[in-house]
């Protein structure tokens, strides 16, 4: 059953990859932003590991201000149970940030292991570590996969325009259904 740090973000996985990340870049900060039933426990559990000094739990961000988050980021972390292919990932990929991510759902068929970002396996805590510490450490890879996020951004997702005129096309056809 899982523990009170569980929940469908796993954002516990980040957490318990973080202090192997420290050994390898001493001078990381992990930002989370956000709430949910497991903030307490997940706070605790940073205590727990002796990182909290390196974990700033930011709570709910507006729109804006996550997104500057983000687009300032070095490195972004999605470890979902489920699919990872959610907003958050979206807007990283959008601003060109390297993505770690674990492979859950449709996440590795979005994300190009190597390319726009790194790929590891869901439980694999060790190679999260790896693979964020790789990217923290490693301005030419973090820049690489940066690149190659926001060219995967630009070739596979709808600018904001696009996605509103394809919707209001829509609109306009069940219209036309129900009319």
Do not use: Q
Request: charged share 25%; with cysteine; glycine share 12%.
């Amino acid at each position: 059953m899982p523990g009170p740090t569980h929940c469908w973000k796993r954002v516990d996985r980040i957490l318990r990859a973080w202090p192997a990340v420290l050994r390898e870049v001493p001078d990381a900060l992990l930002a989370i932003s956000g709430s949910g039933p497991a903030g307490e426990a997940l706070r605790a559990l940073a205590r727990g590991l002796g990182i909290e000094e390196s974990v700033r739990f930011l709570g709910p961000l507006e729109r804006a201000a996550n997104l500057r988050l983000i687009a300032a980021a070095d490195c972004f972390c999605s470890f979902y149970d489920y699919s990872n292919v959610g907003v958050a990932l979206l807007e990283a990929l959008s601003c060109g940030v390297a993505c770690v991510v674990a492979d859950t759902g449709a996440t590795a068929e979005l994300v190009e292991d190597g390319r726009s970002g790194l790929v590891v396996g869901p439980d694999d805590s060790a190679g999260a570590s790896r693979a964020i510490a790789a990217v923290l450490g490693d301005p030419g890879l973090r820049e690489r996969l940066g690149h190659g996020a926001a060219e995967l951004a630009g070739r596979a997702l709808l600018s904001i325009e696009d996605r509103m005129s394809l919707e209001l096309e829509l609109v306009e056809e069940l219209g036309r259904r129900t009319a």
